[in-house]
């Protein structure tokens, strides 16, 4: 149950995008739908951006995107906010049931 | 309003023993799987343990397996996490989070987490 690999640091100036990529196996990311992103700022709890890939939850700004594409899945964060400076983690479900989270991204707004 | 509370944590030392719970409450709770996930200090998400609404199907990450016991008893909307043969490292954050009952394997609501201390 090895974490997906994210980048450890993406940044970007207001009103840019930028995109975080999540990379696994073929036994989780490239396996299955089961792709979820996210948010944390620092001293609470995950929120939940992305689910299934590329779904949003309701109240979720549509300028956060996911997508996937063989092993790797991306979110996409567009027209960068100061309120987007936080970690974000990508999830997956596995062949084995398990379930791994990515490494994390810092996101930092120039 | 949908709320998942832990308690529980605290300071214990190593080889010892420890119960958190999660109450949830706004929602069905018995509706609902559940799960267990750690931040240690400084870094990144951990996903532990999962258990389906009916306490059919439980699963349980590598490095907690036969150490770590989930259940539920959903007379008292409550999630437990029995932890046994605690070590250093075994030191996070640990939330409970609900699995999203409309999109499998994501986990819509989270409590504040409540923390847990392995120290001699």
């Known amino acids: 149950q090895s974490a997906l690999t994210q980048p450890a640091s993406v940044s970007g100036s207001p009103g840019q995008s930028i995109t975080i990529s999540c990379t696994g196996t073929?036994?989780?990311?490239?396996?299955?739908?089961?792709v979820s992103w996210y948010q944390q700022h620092p001293g609470k709890a995950p929120k939940l951006m992305i689910y299934?890939?590329?779904n949003r939850p309701s109240g979720v700004s549509n300028r956060f995107s996911g997508s996937k594409s063989g092993n790797t899945a991306s979110l996409t964060i567009s027209g960068l906010q100061a309120e987007d400076e936080a970690d974000y983690y990508c999830?997956?479900?596995?062949?084995?049931?398990?379930?791994?989270f990515g490494t994390g991204t810092k996101v930092t707004v120039l | 309003e949908v709320q998942l509370v832990e308690s529980g944590g605290g300071l214990v030392q190593p080889g010892g023993s420890l119960r958190l719970s999660c109450a949830g409450s706004?929602?069905?709770?018995?509706?609902?799987?559940m799960n267990w996930v750690r931040q240690a200090p400084g870094k990144g998400l951990e996903w532990l343990s999962y258990?389906?609404?009916?306490?059919?199907?439980?699963d349980y990450a590598d490095s907690v397996k036969g150490r770590f016991t989930i259940s539920r008893d959903n007379a008292k909307n409550s999630l437990y996490l029995q932890m046994k043969s605690l070590r250093d490292e075994d030191t996070a954050v640990y939330y409970c989070?609900?699995?999203?009952?409309?999109?499998?394997?994501?986990?819509?609501?989270w409590g504040q987490g409540t923390t847990v201390t392995v120290s001699s």
């Open positions: 989070a609900r699995d999203d009952g409309a999109a499998p394997h994501s986990m819509d609501v």
């Open positions: 706004g929602f069905t709770f018995s509706s609902y799987s």
């Open positions: 258990i389906s609404f009916s306490s059919y199907t439980i």
């Open positions: 073929s036994s989780d990311v490239g396996a299955y739908n089961y």
């Open positions: 299934g890939v590329s």
């Open positions: 999830t997956s479900y596995t062949s084995t049931r398990a379930r791994v």
